[in-house]
Nanobody
Framework: QVQLVESGGGLVQAGGSLRLSCRASETIFSGNVAGWYRQAPGKQREMVAV??????NYARASKGRFTISADNAKNTMYLQMDRLNPEDTAVYYCNVQYLIDSTRSYWGQGTQVTVSS
């Protein structure tokens, strides 16, 4: 069973930055689709950014402010978030979706990001 552990969340003022990390219990990011998602109170979970061997994709709200990356040697995926605003407040989750087996999808426990105005 793959385990994903997020870290790096916290409280930051508007305009500030945070870097989230997602550490996997095994080599998993290469060859699959990995991503960051978030869920704000009362809202559905939404995609923030995804990464695969073919590149990165960002949600409109994230593009230009957030950067997703992965270090396969460390089994860790990152989300650098700059110019944060209160609308970014949410629980952030990392996810890995296997490409060769669509039934295998793993989620982390989430990390809270709170942006004060």
């Amino acid at each position: 069973q793959v385990q994903l552990v997020e870290s790096g969340g916290g409280l930051v003022q508007a305009g500030g930055s945070l870097r989230l990390s997602c550490r996997a219990s095994e080599t998993i990011f290469s060859g699959n689709v990995a991503g960051w998602y978030r869920q704000a109170p009362g809202k559905q979970r939404e995609m923030v950014a995804v990464i695969s061997d073919y590149g990165q994709n960002y949600a409109r709200a994230s593009k230009g402010r957030f950067t997703i990356s992965a270090d396969n040697a460390k089994n860790t995926m990152y989300l650098q978030m700059d110019r944060l605003n209160p609308e970014d407040t949410a629980v952030y989750y990392c996810n890995v979706q296997y490409l060769i087996d669509s039934t295998r999808s793993y989620w982390g426990q989430g990390t809270q990001v709170t942006v004060s105005s």
